[in-house]
Nanobody, 126 residues
Framework: QVQLVESGGGSVQAGGSLRLSCAAS????????MGWFRQAPGKEREGVAA????????YYADSVKGRFTISQDNAKNTLYLQVNSLKPEDTAMYYC???????????????????WGQGTQVTVSS
């Protein structure tokens, strides 16, 4: 099994930045998708960004494209999400997730992922 632990969240002013981290334990091969999701109270969990462990283009939701950057350090078993130019609407609990790539490319579909962290809170004030 895989365990995921997020960190790096916090409270920032609009326009600020954070770097979220997801420490992974367990085995990861080359055919996994790693993703970031977020969920605000009363709203569905939505995919923010995703990346394939074997490399390739990353996926970003339209709402964050150009502001967020997903990356991974396989040697450290760590996934990152750099979040810049934060807006109040970015306020949510942010989760990292992992799942095997079965077909196509890695996207923000929550059902594509098998393992989930417990989340780290990001709060953006106006």
């Amino acid at each position: 099994q895989v365990q995921l632990v997020e960190s790096g969240g916090g409270s920032v002013q609009a326009g600020g930045s954070l770097r979220l981290s997801c420490a992974a334990s367990g085995y990861f091969g080359r055919r996994y998708c790693m993703g970031w999701f977020r969920q605000a109270p009363g709203k569905e969990r939505e995919g923010v960004a995703a990346i394939y462990t074997g490399g390739g283009s990353a996926y970003y939701a339209d709402s964050v494209k150009g502001r967020f950057t997903i990356s991974q350090d396989n040697a450290k078993n760590t996934l990152y999400l750099q979040v810049n130019s934060l807006k109040p609407e970015d306020t949510a609990m942010y989760y990292c997730a992992a799942g095997r790539l079965l077909r196509g490319s890695c996207t923000g579909g929550k059902y594509e992922y098998d393992y989930w962290g417990q989340g780290t809170q990001v709060t953006v004030s106006s």
